[in-house]
């Protein structure tokens, strides 16, 4: 079992940036998980944000450019740097973590094995 959990939400204003972190712990060789952001806005689907392997990285489309997740494998925790935060990027934002299956990042959701319970971000205009 692997628990997860996101820390770093806030509100922020329209063009800041924020810092999310994702800690694991339990029966986790970190360095083998690959691993993820998720973010559910109200009344909206959950959607991929971004993933990382232990050597790739891999972003959707709305983020790129803007977001960048990193890992530190000594310290099981992954992060997610957001900047020129713009009110769509309001949502839940949650990490998840699949076991090490050699290949591209994962971007679907049914693709993860644990989840984190989420962070909030909310971005005012």
């Known amino acids: 079992q692997v628990q997860l959990v996101e820390s770093g939400g806030g509100l922020v204003q329209a063009g800041d940036s924020l810092t999310l972190s994702c800690a694991a712990s339990?029966?986790?060789?970190?360095?083998?998980?690959?691993m993820g952001w998720f973010r559910q806005a109200p009344g909206k689907e959950r959607e991929f944000v971004a993933a990382?392997?232990?050597?790739?990285?891999k972003y959707s489309d709305v983020v790129k450019g803007r977001f960048t997740i990193s890992r530190d494998n000594a310290k099981s925790t992954m992060y997610l740097q957001m900047n020129s935060l713009k009110p769509e990027d309001t949502a839940v934002y949650y990490c998840?973590?699949?076991?090490?299956?050699?290949?591209?990042?994962?971007?679907?959701?049914?693709?993860?094995?644990?989840w984190g319970q989420g962070t909030q971000v909310t971005v005012s205009s």
């Open positions: 339990g029966r986790t060789f970190f360095s083998r998980l690959n």
């Open positions: 998840a973590a699949a076991t090490g299956i050699p290949g591209p990042p994962p971007v679907v959701g049914g693709e993860y094995d644990y």
């Open positions: 990382a392997t232990w050597s790739r990285d």
